[in-house]
């Protein structure tokens, strides 16, 4: 197939090993189990920015010439990846291939993975995000791993229709590098508002994906690591996402993108934030729907740049 593709070689290993491991998590679209190897849509967007990624260093040390193979091979990849996975009927990509080639066309969260990795054409990787964003996927507190239209889905499932904040942060992070910062805020919004009911506001690794009612807190998941670091660090890729926040410590350049707020946070305080040996105290205040971008204290040279 000439994506990268797991298998277990023993018959005690994981059956599936993304981040999804669950014995049940990848599926065809009728519930059938898949056999392998599996390539899942999210590992190949991981390999894509990879590669381009590798690329960058490679130019840095002046190999030119690994850095073009490594683009051409990103290249390559996007152009099957864009073939083999995009699914019209589902505005998404499919879940995961199996061995014999064949889609899983199933709505996954996974998907949104592919915004992050940039693998995404633009604008299937824009519908991608309208597609996760609607009533199937969006409980009111985050995006549920597969829609409730799935044969699988089950909302007290740890993979197959809970909502992990780890998981939307990698999505709103993925939907604002494709442009849909709105996107990205609904998520952030969720996940706070979610938190407000949880003890210290630690989050935990996942809760059930029950649609939120009037008054009710989010259900959660008996048996959910609580606090969890990869949902601790949720939060900060979220904010990260909606205010476009970029660090480049070769240049000393601290970058905010189009930056944006939701309703509920008025003003954002960043202390103490180190660039190479400068630092920086922040202050960024929501007007409306622009955000200001104040600096507050600065030790050493560096550079603080707004994008409209």
């Known amino acids: 197939m000439g994506f990268t593709t797991y298998a277990r070689r023993s018959a005690k290993g994981l059956v599936h090993q993304g981040w999804k491991d669950s014995h049940d998590s990848i599926f065809h679209a009728d519930g059938t189990a898949v056999e392998g190897p599996v390539a899942l849509c999210e590992v190949q967007a991981y390999v894509y920015r990879a590669k381009r990624a590798a690329a960058d260093m490679a130019r840095v040390l002046g190999d030119y010439d690994q850095a073009d193979r490594l683009l051409k091979e990103a290249d390559s990849l996007q152009e099957r990846f864009e073939r083999a996975f995009w699914c019209e009927e589902l505005s998404a990509y499919a879940l995961a291939l199996d061995g014999r080639g064949k889609p899983c066309r199933v709505r996954s969260s996974n998907a949104g993975h592919c915004l992050y990795g940039g693998i995404a054409e633009q604008k299937r990787g824009l519908r991608t995000a309208h597609t996760l964003l609607g009533e199937e996927f969006f409980s009111g507190w985050g995006i549920r791993t597969i829609a409730t239209s799935e044969a699988r889905y089950n909302p007290m499932s740890y993979h197959n229709g809970s909502v992990w904040p780890h998981d939307n942060a990698i999505i709103a992070a993925g939907m604002a590098a494709y442009g849909d910062k709105q996107g990205a805020m609904k998520v952030l919004t969720g996940i706070f508002d979610a938190s407000l009911f949880i003890a210290l506001h630690r989050m935990p690794e996942l809760f059930c994906g029950f649609s939120r009612r009037p008054g009710e807190s989010p259900t959660l998941y008996p048996t959910a690591c609580s606090p969890q670091a990869w949902a601790a660090g949720a939060g900060f890729q979220l904010l990260q996402a909606c205010l476009g926040l970029q660090i480049d410590g070769t240049r000393r350049l ?55």
């Open 254 to 308: 601290v970058r905010f993108d189009r930056p944006v707020l939701p309703p509920f946070l008025e003003r954002v305080q960043i202390r103490n934030l180190s660039v190479g040996t400068a630092r920086l105290d922040l202050v960024l205040d929501r007007h409306d729907s622009e955000v200001a971008v104040r600096v507050a204290h600065r030790v050493g040279e560096v550079e603080v740049v707004q994008v409209v």
